[in-house]
């Protein structure tokens, strides 16, 4: 059983009995409505050995990331994120100065996104580290932003640029896998500090939230890339029931992220459409709100939504027409 098709499971038949829980399971995050503001909830854990790894992962580096990835979700529903609450269990391996690098990076992340600490909980752990951060955010009630907003004929749009932090964990994984069979040889990490920071340190996007804000420009559906472009591009398209076509040349990606995922073999489309962990926004505006995104935001227009029986495509480089799958899109090695 997949991850979806095990929330889908376990959240069958539940009904939502309070009129102010708005939305309940099936977004970025949660949205409870009191009069005019909705308080916009959210959580993540993130678990040693399946989230990430302590010989690469620098703890404060970790603790700053275990609060971005979650603020991801507040702004992925146009809302401001304002409180976290943090949860920690940790075995007798990690000393004091340890836990206390971890809280140096979440100190960090809340300055960075004007976010209070206001509790949490701590216990311990048999086996490593876990940490689970709750994120609360405020919205006016008309500016949440769901998945299931678009339109056809909107048009998709990306922040940033797609690939980087999974091409960055394949190079941390070489490099382990170098020193682990070899420790006299030192990791070479030279020249990837932006593919190593995407996916070490990433950020939450916050200055597009504030200045779609400042612009007046509320997008029809919104999602944050934490599984990879075509999951998030299909969640969008089938949650507000509209299809989506994607072209391949549109996809922002970095040239470093480009040069090392040849490196590594990888078609860089891939790293974008299936890596995920990129923390970028995916979204859809309506086609008349195009000229004012063109001149203010520094964003990639990807493609456009269409009707839903045109299904899913991705438009390669060469205009072929490849059905959009979560994972379908196999790896091709190149020697
Ligand atoms: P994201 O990738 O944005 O964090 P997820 O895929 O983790 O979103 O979750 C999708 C939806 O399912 C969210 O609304 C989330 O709150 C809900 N969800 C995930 N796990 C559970 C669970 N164990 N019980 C109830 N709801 C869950
Ligand atoms: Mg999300």
């Not at 977004?27 to 409505?33: F, K, S, T």
């Not at 703890?59 to 507040?74: A, C, P, Q, R, W």
């Not at 809302?79 to 690098?101: C, D, M, T, W, Y």
Request: proline fraction near 3%.
């Amino acid at each position: 059983m997949g991850e979806f098709e095990l929330i889908r499971h376990l959240s069958e038949g539940i009904e939502l009995k309070n009129p102010t829980s708005k939305k309940g399971i099936g977004d970025d995050a949660a949205v409870i409505e009191n009069g005019d503001v909705a308080t916009i909830v959210s959580t993540d854990m993130l678990v040693e050995g399946i989230h990430f790894d302590l010989t690469f992962h620098p703890l404060k580096h970790l603790g700053y990331k275990s609060v971005t990835v979650n603020l991801s979700d507040i702004y992925a529903m146009n809302a401001i994120p304002k409180q976290i609450v943090v949860g920690v269990a940790f075995s007798n391996r990690f000393s004091l100065e340890a836990i206390e690098e971890l809280y140096s990076g979440i100190r960090l992340a809340c300055e960075k996104y004007n976010v209070d600490l206001v509790g949490g909980d701590t216990t311990s752990s048999t086996s490593g580290l876990i940490i689970s951060i709750t994120a609360i955010g405020t919205a006016k009630k008309e500016n949440v932003v769901y998945r299931n907003g678009a339109k056809e004929n909107d048009l998709l749009c990306v922040s940033g640029d797609l690939g980087g932090a999974y091409v960055g964990l394949q190079l941390l994984e070489r490099e382990k896998k170098i020193f682990l069979e070899n420790p006299k040889i030192q990791p070479d990490l030279s020249g990837a500090d932006y593919i190593l920071e995407r996916q070490l340190k990433p950020e939450a996007q916050k200055e597009l939230i504030e200045k779609l804000h400042e612009l007046n420009i509320k997008p029809t559906s919104m999602i944050d890339i934490s599984d990879g472009l075509s999951s998030e591009a299909l969640h969008l398209s089938t949650q507000s029931n509209v299809g989506c076509n994607i072209f391949e040349s549109k996809i922002p990606i970095d040239p470093q992220t480009y040069d090392r995922a040849r490196e590594f073999g990888l078609d860089p489309t891939v790293c974008a459409l299936n890596g995920g962990e990129d923390y970028e926004l995916l979204f859809t505006i309506a086609q008349s709100d195009y000229e004012v995104i063109r001149e203010h935001l520094d964003i990639s227009i990807i493609g456009h939504m269409t009707d839903k029986s045109a299904g899913y495509h991705l438009i390669d480089k060469s205009d072929n027409v490849v059905e959009l799958r979560a994972q379908g899109w196999e790896v091709k090695v190149k020697s």
